[in-house]
């Protein structure tokens, strides 16, 4: 079955640097990759995702890239800002989504 | 976008009762729903695939007779944990897929004495 991992499982910066988080997937056949975002108690939120015949997509200042062929997937976070503070969680898609094990944003005023 | 509701949002039960979780998708249908469970700091991990009409599919290590999963409508799919311990304890948290995207229940915290 489909083995997501990511990286780093915790990331700490200075408000307005950048963060980036990596995931790895292992199913070829995954087509479909989603960010979350997840706040203490609550449901994860969608952030941004792409899909296998896109090779980045990016949404003010949230992007994300995918390499088919490494079967690596990142996102990218410009300008972070203490309110990005939270838990990511990357997965990849077939016909059931499994989840990156997370890392933990810390945005520093 | 389309809403799936879970209920009860918190649950506190005693050790050897059994444990109800329901999850409805609002405005839209869906004939599969996703159950997942996660632990304190820990990712999102997938219990079971809820198939409307038919059985659900378990993820290896879920004990289908413990985590009961009844899928009885294409807006209703319940999550029953029977006979809890406290190492059930966690955040049970269902999801459906509509048009593309998959949009997640509120989750349920479940805490067993």
């Known amino acids: 079955g489909e083995n997501v991992e990511q990286h780093p499982s915790t990331l700490s910066v200075q408000e307005g640097d950048s963060a980036v988080i990596k995931c790895t997937y292992s199913d070829s056949a995954s087509n479909y990759f989603p960010w979350y975002k997840q706040e203490l108690g609550k449901r994860p939120q969608l952030i941004i995702d792409?899909?296998?015949?896109?090779g980045e997509k990016k949404d003010q200042r949230i992007a994300v890239t995918l390499n088919k062929t490494a079967k690596h997937f990142s996102l990218h976070i410009t300008e972070t800002q203490p309110e990005d503070s939270a838990v990511y969680f990357c997965?990849?898609?077939?016909?059931?989504?499994?989840f990156g094990t997370g890392t933990r944003l810390q945005v520093f005023p | 976008g389309a809403v799936v509701s879970q209920h009860p949002s918190r649950v506190i039960c005693k050790s050897g009762t059994s444990v109800k979780i329901e999850c409805r998708s609002l405005?839209?249908?869906?004939?599969?729903m996703f159950w997942y469970r996660q632990f304190p700091k820990q990712s999102l991990m997938l219990m079971a695939t809820?198939?409307?009409?038919?059985?659900?599919?378990?993820e290896q290590g879920v004990e289908k007779d413990k985590f009961l999963i009844n899928h009885a409508s294409l807006t209703l799919s319940t999550l029953t944990v029977t006979s809890a311990h406290p190492e059930d304890s966690s955040f049970y948290i269902c999801?459906?897929?509509?048009?593309?995207?998959?949009?997640f229940g509120e989750g349920s915290r479940l805490t067993v004495l």
């Open positions: 809820s198939n409307e009409g038919s059985k659900a599919t378990y």
């Open positions: 997965a990849a898609n077939t016909d059931k989504l499994i």
């Open positions: 999801s459906a897929r509509d048009l593309g995207e998959l949009f």
């Open positions: 405005d839209f249908q869906a004939t599969t």
């Open positions: 792409i899909r296998s015949n896109v």
